[in-house]
């Protein structure tokens, strides 16, 4: 990855309560299950009282980092990811999804603008500066 900063930095512990706290972690392999294709991770933001770095206060859920593994990238896997992030949410009664991306990180800023967030600002965190994306998850 040419950007791992991009993705963030977890720690097996934080992961672990994370985890215990609500967040879901999807990972996708190839047919043969030898590989991984692509990851994804759904926190509830509400729960882990992240909402105050964003400045809201809403029944949100955090679209965490995402990965689509080199080999497999440009076959639009992050943006099935979102989908299914969507469906998921929306199963579990969060009104709105909130997401940040690096700002030089145009391809899945092109991803989150095509999914429906709308670009709410840009917060300095310890893993750097990130956009902050905010939409409102309606049932299609």
């Known amino acids: 990855m040419s ?5 963030g930095d ?3 512990e934080s992961l672990q309560k994370l985890i215990e706290e609500g967040t879901k972690i999807w990972i996708y392999y190839t047919q043969d299950n030898t590989e ?3 990851s994804m991770m759904l926190i509830p933001a ?3 009282n992240s909402l105050k770095e964003f400045n809201l ?3 949100v859920v955090d679209y965490g980092p995402m990965f ?3 080999k497999y990238t440009g076959n639009g896997l992050q943006y099935q990811m979102f989908l299914k992030e969507d469906e998921y949410s929306i199963e579990n009664g969060y009104s709105y999804a909130i997401c940040t991306a690096h700002p030089d990180n ?7 603008i095509k999914n429906g967030f709308e670009l709410k600002g ?3 965190f310890t893993r750097g500066i990130r956009n902050i994306y905010l939409k409102e998850l309606v049932e299609k």
Do not use: A, G, M
């Open 3 to 7: 950007n791992p900063e991009w993705i």
């Open 10 to 12: 977890f720690t097996k």
């Open 36 to 38: 991984p294709v692509c």
């Open 46 to 48: 509400n729960k882990r």
């Open 57 to 59: 206060d809403l029944n």
């Open 68 to 70: 689509v593994n080199p």
């Open 106 to 112: 145009i391809y899945s800023i092109n991803n989150i």
């Open 122 to 124: 840009q917060k300095q």
